[in-house]
């Protein structure tokens, strides 16, 4: 790994639609994505969780908080994506919100939250028509966005993520 910033690459989106085979994929990442931070966390201890995962980076337990504040507002985005039209969505401060006292509290908190959420979440993407894939949303700083980048855009999210629990493990031989 050369950038520790993104241990998955970066996010590389298609100009083109996903094909139903691609949305699939993308969709299984979504609903597989708890098991896979839960077994990226098991067994670390608290000094382990307040271990940041790159240098000047968030710790781990920021990290997980991140990634349930982060997949909530995923969600109520496609969600908006295909009941309104071109609905201009919610942005946030990542970083502020890293920094708030609810990031502080146990992981397990969010992981809960996290596997529910993506329960939630993948039923709903696997119900999506074709045609809802086109949807857009209207993003403050990136302009408008299809629900296929949406999809992308959060599978590479989970993997991101994960990846960078399981290389500070690999990195710190736990």
Known sequence: MTDPRFPVGRLDVKSDPLTPLERAALIEIIALHPQHL????DGLDDEQ?????REDGWTVRQLVHHIADSHMNS??????????????ICTYDQDAWADLEDTRDDISVSLDLITALHRRW??????LLPEDFSRTVHHPEMGSITVDTLLEVYAWHCRHHTAHVTELRHSRGW
């Open 38 to 41: 839960l077994a990226a966390v």
């Open 49 to 53: 969780v307040d271990t940041p995962y």
């Open 75 to 88: 969600y109520v985005r496609f969600k908006m994506a295909v009941t309104a039209d071109h609905p201009t």
């Open 122 to 127: 993948s039923t709903f993407l696997s119900s």
